[in-house]
């Protein structure tokens, strides 16, 4: 990374706030270990099938990381922070090792499987479970290790994408201000609250997006983070999600012609914050505002979280009501696009 900043007032910094599940909310249902809560990766089995409970609810683990991270069984690679909604503050967090499970629509979850005293075996998925799916177990990792959050950006538009205002300007998202009012899909003209920008190596997670001139009806180029969810309308999703209102994420629409990934250089992203989650219009495309919540933030890189948590301490958000798809609904990345709402 190599810069980072933000617009909008000041507030508190915390550690890490991650969403985990307790070991009993994400059970075997079937397979060797049938019945039993969230197994620990050395006696796990693939092949076993996952599901979380239909009451199952998240807690806020916030969480202080051993720099350079931890290795080896008996490693402490975090410790509960102050604040946290689990666990006993200054307690240590152990990385047991990785689980990798897979949907039946190839939608692919990578959970760390973490142990503290008081707390218990937890799971950290570092992408959401989704509930009333079953998970196939396809890959164990029991190798005790560091506590490896994910490094991407979500919900984020590179420098020079235009954003429709409520008075019909397209602006460029690098000259957008807290204060200013731009139009939102669902709730008409709101007031943008926070601006945050990273420059970043384009690579690997942090690689953009491009979508090309013309092929989601966008007249320039729409480049954005590989995570970042575009607002899609498919009537044929409905069996599929149970909505044919859909947020897709960008990498999930990469087909190597019309939308590609933009390797190599640097990049610098832009966030932008509503009081609600919000889906704005990029280009003419509609795609979603930065959603504040820990499974978010944490994705994000170090110093821009922070940069949020300082402008908005205590908001937290719900996700905009349309469904999220985090894998392509048909073989094909990039069809989608051809049912995408314009906005028009």
């Not at 990374?1 to 909008?8: E, I, K, N, T």
């Given at each position: 990374?190599?810069?980072?900043?933000?617009?909008?007032a000041?507030?508190a910094?915390g550690?890490?706030?991650?969403?985990v599940y307790?070991?009993d909310?994400?059970?075997v249902?079937?397979g060797?270990?049938a019945g039993?809560?969230l197994?620990s990766p050395?006696?796990?089995?693939?092949?076993?099938?996952y599901r979380l409970?239909d009451d199952?609810?998240?807690?806020t683990l916030?969480?202080?990381l051993e720099?350079?991270g931890?290795a080896g069984?008996?490693a402490?690679a975090?410790?509960?922070?102050?604040g946290?909604?689990?666990?006993?503050?200054?307690?240590a967090?152990h990385?047991?090792g990785?689980?990798r499970l897979?949907?039946?629509?190839?939608?692919?979850?990578?959970?760390?499987?973490?142990?503290s005293p008081?707390?218990?075996?937890?799971?950290?998925?570092?992408?959401?479970l989704?509930?009333?799916?079953?998970?196939?177990?396809?890959a164990?990792d029991?190798r005790p290790?560091?506590?490896r959050l994910?490094?991407?950006v979500?919900?984020?538009f590179?420098?020079?994408?235009?954003?429709a205002m409520?008075?019909?300007?397209?602006?460029p998202?690098e000259?957008?201000?807290p204060?200013?009012?731009v139009?939102?899909?669902?709730h008409?003209?709101q007031?943008?609250?926070?601006v945050?920008s990273?420059?970043?190596r384009?690579v690997?997670g942090?690689?953009?997006v491009t979508?090309?001139?013309g092929v989601?009806?966008?007249?320039?180029?729409?480049?954005?983070?590989p995570?970042?969810?575009m607002f899609?309308y498919r009537?044929d999703?409905?069996?599929?999600?149970?909505a044919?209102?859909l947020?897709v994420?960008a990498?999930?629409?990469?087909n190597?012609q019309?939308?590609?990934?933009?390797?190599g250089?640097f990049?610098?992203y832009?966030?932008?914050?509503?009081d609600?989650?919000e889906v704005?219009?990029?280009?003419?495309v509609?795609?979603?505002?930065?959603?504040?919540?820990?499974d978010?933030?944490?994705?994000?890189?170090?110093?821009?979280?922070?940069?949020v948590?300082?402008?908005?301490?205590?908001?937290?958000?719900r996700?905009?009501?349309?469904a999220?798809?985090a894998?392509?609904?048909?073989p094909?990345a990039?069809?989608a696009r051809?049912a995408?709402?314009t906005g028009g």
């Open positions: 990374m190599d810069q980072a900043g933000s617009r909008g000041p507030g910094v550690g890490h706030a991650v969403s307790t070991a909310m994400l059970f249902l079937s060797a270990n039993d809560s197994p050395g006696t796990s089995v693939t092949g076993d099938d409970r199952a609810s998240p807690s916030i969480l202080q720099p350079g931890a069984a008996a402490v975090g410790r509960i922070a102050g946290s909604g689990i666990g006993r503050p200054g307690a967090v990385c047991l990785m689980l897979m949907a039946p629509d190839s939608d692919m979850v990578e959970v760390l499987v973490l142990d008081g707390a218990g075996r937890m799971a950290l998925p570092l992408s959401p989704r509930a009333r799916v079953v998970y196939s177990l396809i164990i029991d290790g560091p506590i994910a490094a991407t979500t919900g984020a590179a420098r020079g994408t235009r954003i409520q008075d019909g300007r397209q602006v998202v000259g957008l201000e204060g200013m009012t139009i939102t899909r669902d008409g003209p007031t943008l609250r926070w945050g990273v420059r970043l384009a690997g942090f690689a953009p979508i090309k001139a989601m009806g966008n007249p320039m180029p729409l480049t954005i983070s995570h970042h969810r899609l009537r999703a409905r069996p599929v999600a149970g044919a209102e947020l994420q990498r999930h629409l990469v190597g019309g939308i590609v990934r933009q390797e250089g990049v610098e832009f966030s932008l914050v509503f609600s989650h704005i219009y990029a280009e003419g509609p795609c979603e505002s930065l959603l504040v919540c820990p978010t933030l944490m994705r994000l890189p170090a110093s821009l979280a922070e940069a948590r300082q402008a908005l301490p205590g908001l937290e958000q996700l905009h009501t349309g999220v798809l894998s392509p609904l048909v094909g990039g069809r051809h995408a709402d």
